[in-house]
């Protein structure tokens, strides 16, 4: 699903709690009992995650409602 | 729904039932089909599906009675469409592109065919197709029986021998100068009883001789007694047809009514029989509307105008190309799809209720794989038009909604379709609107009002308006409040607990308040409560106003004219519609009725939640409700108000007229945003509990008071991917609390995602003098787990 987004436009994005810059890095997202490993930006301390929103309203919404259907 | 009742509930359907021309013809004949593809200037095509129905299309569009032609629907329009004039221009004109004649490899079993009419031929034509071995006999020199009696300038004979030379591709043999009598040889003492032994069966069609065949029995009336369905005689594998079955044993002395069509109808029918007979299966199994019957399509003629042929045809006429094709232009394409015609949504998935109801069948079947029919199945708006307009009151929105209800339970209903308005209704039942009052200084209430969660939202200044009128009008009874939702939407959504749940609060506080008569300003609610609360005693806002209400309310003459839009819930509800416009009269307002109204009204596609589940038909419903008039709207529904006006449609709420500020443009007012929704519904909650009964709403949450600075493009699209101004507040109000959330060192914006139901929610914001300036915000459903 990575590769619908471009990582590099989010490279100005740090963890505000951690003062770290995000880093690439897999992360597991979830739907209706299927689980996807996604390259995705997130803080190497605390995980937290950045979805960008083009990802949320295109791949992810198509994928949603594709597994809704299923 | 098993099998047997799916088929019950698609026969209902009668788009696909034959056109009257078709079902009169007693071979079928596609009439319709054969005449589009004359239309197109496609001959060829037109002529093998004629030739389908009919295996000798030369003779019989030269002799046909056109039994066809005392069905069409065109008859008192201009006239019968000329159908065998047609079927002769496609001999004319597309013989060119016959396709070949097939036949299946030769079997073992043979049939002997008694006379070499029309019949007997159609007989010997279906079945040395089908493989089996055929020997015709005919007393005569040549095969064609009958035929060569028509006169030649009705038959030109190069037709006749042109049709016949069909045989020399099929393997019959012919016996000629044979005549079948009494006399049997070989040892038989019929020469039937001959044939019998040395055939696997037989097909006597040997014209006006009855006295000729001994062996079979005869009925009543001295005629060939025969099956009618099989065209069995009372000898086991001997069948009959044709004019043999037309005359009785006082022939020549009485009339013989011949039909070449109808002979080759028993030819095939028999033909039927004779291939079942030889296979040993059953010979009456399916076999419905077998030669002419009357048809259940229904179509409707009413918007045709009446156009009569080019030229008048009798049975020698032979048009020219484009006369065929002006002619073939006339025919109505008969078909019913009355439903199809006032539904965007049934229009929009190109097909119609048997085809619909087949998919929605095999959608709650599948095991695996995707349901293709889950978004058409949560389009509908249940508003019922669909059965009113159908000849047999099919009603899609029964079947979707019980499909919605079975995918509830089957737990494969997708968790997005229904879950904003569902939040919406937990909302309305929530402790930010939920309210149940006696009315102040009463301790029991006769009657009570329930405005609605959408009246409420939308305009809660009319309600606290609407609530004093009653309780002026009835000062001494006890006018209770009720603000909540009636439960519509999760009935929509087919999710029958939580109407449940729903529907047993409203009781708990119904019961309290001493079992009063409900007053509905809202139609869904009325129709939800007239539905699943048959116990209660409900009355319409609008039949009260308009008897209580003042009896001269202005004077409106001078304004132009307004098209009443009925709510779809009011659908049978006449005298709601009544009221309403006995209100606007008295308002001195000219009423323009709409095209469809009333019992015919159209949904605005707030109805069974279509707008949530597929916003392209949607849209096409509305655009197509508010594009047939000009006039400005009056409604008396919250939500078809709001729909209209958010599409710029000028449209009023009656209560606007009623109650709205005199110089006000109400009717082009702007909608009331979700978030204003929810907002709107807890102030008239704060408000009236504060000036009636002198209370204060319980605590506000942290995230309330958190204070948004929402540039009004963000809000707009905020509003329409469905993200509430609490869903940002919520969001924020987490990331500043527990620190987690982005900062971007480019442009200074923090970004921070918080899921507070099924939703994840993202915002991207910029802290701004003790209030957050929004610059978007974006959701998901899918779940973010644990890094790899």
Redo the contacts between chains.
Sequence with gaps: MSQYVDLSAYE??????CGQP?QP????????GN?F?VELL??PN??????P?EL??GK??E????L??? | MDQKELREQENRCIQEQAPACTAACPVHVDVRAMIAKIAEGDFAAALNLYRKAVPFPGIISHICDQPCQAACLRKDLGGPIEIAALERACLDFGSQGLEPVKALPRKAKKVAVIGAGISGLTVAFDLARKGWGVVVYDASDRIGGGLWKTPPDLLPRDVLVNDLRVFDELNVEFRLNTTVGRKGGNGHSTFLARLCEEYDAVYLSTGPNVSELPDLELDEYGKVAVDPQTFQTSQSGVFAGGDVLRVSVNYPDEELKHSAVLSISDGRRAAVSIDRYLQRVSLTASRANEGPYETRLYTNTSGIEPCPPLVTTDLTTHYSREVAETEAARCIQCECLECVKVCEYLAHYKGYPKKYMREVYNNLSIVM????A??FINTCALCGLCAEVCPTDVDMGVICHNAREQMVEQKRM????HDFALRDMAFSNGEKFALSRNAPGFETSTYVFFPGCQLSASSPGYVEKAYQFLRDVFPDEGVGLMLRCCGAPADWAGRKDLYTASQAEFYTAYEQMGRPKLVLACSSCYQSFKTHAPDIEILSFWELFDQYGPQQLGDRKSHAPVAVHDPCSTRYEARIQDAVRNILKKMGCVIEELPLSREKTECCSYGGLMWLANRPVAEKVVQRRIAESKQDYVTYCAMCRDFFARRGKRTLHLLDLIYGAPGDDAAAAPPVGFSQRHENRARLKAKLLSELWSETMPDQQAFESIRLIIPEPVQQIIEDRLILVEDVQKVIEYAERT?????????GH??A?YKPNTV?Y?VEYTPQEGAFLIH?A???????????
């Design positions: 100005n994005w740090t963890c505000a709690n995000l890095g897999k992360v597991d997202i979830s739907y209706m689980s490993q997130r803080c605390c995980g937290l995650v950045l979805i929103e949320a309203l992810m919404a994928v949603e409602k594709a809704e259907d299923k | 794989g995707t349901r293709h889950n978004q997708p968790p997005s379709a620190g987690k959330r982005m900062y971007n060192t480019a442009n923090f970004l995602y994840t993202w978007k974006y959701s998901h459903r899918m779940e973010i787990g644990l890094g790899g």
